[in-house]
């Protein structure tokens, strides 16, 4: 970024050169009874009329070029850093999807797929993965929503969701307990968690959602069922 800073600022400064250097002459003469001397001065200019004209406007438009460029750069790199981490559908929205619907019924969606007990999740961040950690979902059916808790490597964590039996989706906020776990990592903040079910690898998969004061960014997460609450298990025995 300072390079273009710099060549902007150079590019200028070439520019003011040519439109103002230029120079002149004046004529001098003299005389004596045995003769006369005389000197006729000129001009001499690095550009005149149209050709400083010209080049005046390819300098100009070398500088415009620039600029542009550097506001595109700009533009680009703002755009990344402020929606990078941000969900481009809210989990609402995103578990409604008609075309996940459409998808779900070439599948044959099982609705068994939400089951209330212990998953264990994989993310990837840093370049590898993470995981497993295991935590406890509770689907509610009337309402179609989800809550859970649990804990990973970042901190212990509260779940709150929503699901859809017909696009076979799901999606989460996860909500850090900070003072928890790592420090440097938890900062008391969300994660959402947008997934569909792949019913080939029989879990869910999507992406992770971040976007904090200090970190912006988004990832790959996988999702699969571990065993069923003890409760559960329990009460059909």
């Not at 902007?8 to 001098?28: D, M, P, R």
């Not at 699901?163 to 989460?172: I, K």
């Amino acid at each position: 970024m300072h390079l273009v800073y710099r060549a902007i600022i150079l590019t200028t400064f070439l520019a003011l050169y040519i439109e103002c250097q230029g120079g002149g002459g004046a004529a001098g003469g003299g005389g004596s009874s045995g003769g006369s001397f005389i000197y006729n001065g000129g001009s001499d200019s690095s550009c005149t009329g149209s050709d400083c004209s010209l080049i005046t406007t390819v300098v100009f438009s070398i500088v415009g070029g620039i600029f542009a460029l550097f506001v595109l750069i700009f533009g680009i790199s703002y755009c990344v850093k402020r929606y990078r981490g941000l969900p481009r559908q809210t989990n609402a929205l995103f578990v409604e999807n008609q075309m996940s619907k459409t998808n779900c019924e070439h599948q044959k969606c099982d609705l068994s797929i939400f089951k209330c007990g212990f998953w264990k999740s994989h993310y990837f961040q840093y370049g590898k993965w993470h995981g497993p950690c295991r935590f406890s979902l509770k689907f509610i059916d009337n309402s179609k929503t989800i809550t859970g808790e649990g804990s990973d490597d970042v901190g212990k964590f509260t779940i709150r969701g929503v699901y859809s039996d017909q696009t076979g989706r799901l999606g989460l906020t996860k909500t850090y307990k900070k003072g928890t776990g790592n420090s440097s990592e938890n900062l008391g903040h969300q994660v959402t968690i947008q997934l569909t079910w792949n019913q080939l690898n029989n879990r869910f998969e999507g992406t992770w959602y971040v976007q904090t004061s200090k970190y912006h960014g988004e990832d790959k997460f996988q999702l699969t069922f571990d065993a069923p609450h003890l409760s559960t298990v329990y009460g059909k025995v």
